[in-house]
């Protein structure tokens, strides 16, 4: 038997992986997938303002971090509202898309504003101060797309088949596949989006950060303007999933079977499921203290919320995992705390970012080419950990991901004490502050996205027939509600350690405030530290719980 070359048995098993773990996926994709990919590409989307934003509110805006961390906390909020909102989708299923074309049109105002800002400052100014616009503007936003997103996260699981195309049904374990495939292929739809705008950016914010203030405005305002195309995907989704469905009913029809049976194949339930007061009850009280606390300015309003909305969401998970059976209530709830203590880690805040962009020189092309970096090859690392998703516990891949995260959150660390001179140095400038940020970037962006795949699936296919929507969303608030902890956690952080930069009158064009970055570094070794030590001791704790098989 000859065995064959080194090279072509290497460019073989090559073959054989990108046919296992990337053209494999393109196989499996489904015309029914494509709605619900388009309302989360339109989430992905959203990120095109991301740049201009951060140095909008840098340039013109007197915002201190802590507050900034504090307007992050009620800008998740509205995610926590996903409970009421998934029962309402199960409620009006055959009506759902309406919430979509309401969120659409909520993110529409709140990028007009911004337009307006840009275009009619005086004009906006007269009304309310710039200030109270921004915060409008960026509250608005997550309302619309919380409303899109309770709604594809019910079309994903609408979106995987229950019988084939002549009507016979399918087996478990094939539709267990495809909601593992439906889960990665939203988290690819909304990472391309990210990838499309960092590339927009690259070309859009070249040079901006040499032009006079009138002319980086009016390219700020090009890409608020180019922004409108987000809530336009998102409709188009919906209107493309009611032709889809009506071409099945006609091929269904044309077989033979009656409207109801044709319903019945493809997962249109006739009859609603009872309306569940406590959860439509639970989230109009949760909705009720959220805007007296916030409109009255109660001090510790974001903890109250919090407490309350934790308090809401774990009796509706306790509720409907009850439906399980204990094994299966046992995995859920051990993964949803895992993934809630992974997410709910402090960062450093905005101070960080206005550092690299002061002290670093990091403008506004440099960090869109960042963006475009991490996004990409987050994309690529979807892929490529593909099969370490679905062959390791969950428990196992946050204690990888803390790891890894916490070994590449040293590079900005040592930047800050002059690392980024050091290595320049001794290279003759190549390893500069630029070169490590890059490399940083290339290695931890696949990171973030790879611990919500397989809590998603699971999810998808743990969900109830006639409460899929509700049971999503109950599963999804809980998850979210942890980047609200987050954002309290970064607001103390940001309390404790207090990180400022330069702001000046925009009339006189004094500086009212210095840049003080000296206690940034203490801020990063502390929030770096919390994040390993914190995550590895909920899986031990979990690994000691009958919650162990998570």
């Known amino acids: ?75 998740m909020l509205p995610w926590a509202l996903k409970m009421p909102l998934g029962h309402l989708v199960d409620l009006v299923w055959r009506w759902k898309g309406l919430l979509v074309y309401l969120g ?24 309310a101060t710039v200030e109270a616009w921004y915060v409008t503007a960026a509250l608005l936003a ?107 009913m006609a091929r269904f029809a044309a077989l033979g079977h009656s409207r109801e049976e044709c319903e019945a194949l493809l997962g249109v339930d006739s009859e609603p499921p009872p309306v569940n007061w406590w959860i439509l009850g639970g989230g109009l009280a949760f909705t009720a203290v959220s805007l007296s606390v916030g409109l009255n300015r109660v001090a510790g309003g974001e903890e109250i919320v919090f407490c309350v909305s934790m308090a809401i969401v774990l009796f509706l998970m306790w509720r409907l995992t009850g439906e399980l059976e ?4 046992n995995v859920l709830v051990g993964t949803a705390i895992l993934i809630f203590v992974f997410r709910a880690m402090p960062g450093p805040g905005a101070g960080s970012t206005w550092w690299m962009i002061d002290d670093l020189g990091f403008d506004q092309q440099f960090l869109a080419a960042l963006s475009l970096i ?28 803390t790891i890894a995260g916490t070994f590449l959150s040293l ?58 929507a509700t049971f999503f969303a109950v599963m999804a608030s809980f998850t979210n509600l942890a980047l609200s902890a987050s954002q309290l956690a970064t607001k103390y952080m940001n309390q404790i350690f207090v990180v400022a930069r330069e702001v000046k009158d925009p009339v006189t064009a004094e500086i009212t405030v210095p840049a003080d970055y000296s206690e940034l570094g203490l801020l990063l070794i502390t929030v770096t530290a919390i994040g390993f030590a914190l995550p590895l001791l909920a899986i031990l704790l979990v690994k000691r719980t009958r919650f162990r098989n998570a």
């Open 411 to 468: 590079p900005v660390i040592g930047m800050y004490f002059g690392l980024h001179e050091w290595t320049a140095s001794l290279t003759g400038g190549v390893v500069d502050a630029r070169f490590i940020a890059v490399i940083d970037t290339a290695l931890e962006s696949p990171l973030g996205q790879i611990a919500m795949i397989p809590m998603l699936a699971w999810i998808a296919n743990s969900a109830p027939e006639k409460l899929k």
């Open 104 to 127: 659409a049109g909520l993110i529409t105002v709140s990028l007009l504003i911004m337009i307006g800002l840009l275009s009619h400052t005086d004009a906006m100014r007269a009304i």
């Open 326 to 329: 204990p094994q299966a209530r």
């Open 142 to 248: 997550p309302i619309g797309y919380v409303l899109q997103d309770v709604v594809a996260d019910a079309m994903t699981v609408e979106a995987v088949p229950r019988t084939d195309e002549y009507g016979q049904p399918l087996a478990l374990d094939n539709r267990k596949s495809m909601h593992v495939t439906m889960q990665t292929l939203g988290r690819v739809a909304i990472i391309s989006g990210g990838v499309l705008v960092s590339v927009m950016n690259v070309f859009l914010l070249q040079g901006v950060g040499e032009l006079p203030e009138a002319e980086k405005a009016a390219t700020y305002l090009s890409v608020y303007e180019l922004a409108l195309i987000i809530p336009l995907v998102s409709v188009f989704g919906v209107l493309f999933a009611t032709w889809l469905r009506r071409r099945d």
């Open 1 to 75: 038997m000859t065995t064959p070359p080194p090279s072509i048995g290497f460019i073989a098993a090559v073959g054989r992986w990108l046919d296992a773990n990337i053209f494999a996926l393109g196989r499996e994709m489904r015309l029914s997938y494509l709605p619900p990919l388009m309302v989360y590409a339109a989430a992905g989307i959203s990120g095109l303002t991301g740049i201009v934003g951060t140095f909008y509110v840098k340039e013109r805006l007197g915002l201190s971090a802590e507050f900034l961390a504090a307007l992050g906390f009620w800008m």
């Open 374 to 401: 991490g996004a990409t090859l987050t994309l690529a690392g979807m892929f490529i950990f593909r099969r370490f998703m679905a062959e390791r516990s969950i428990a196992y891949i946050i204690g990888a991901l």
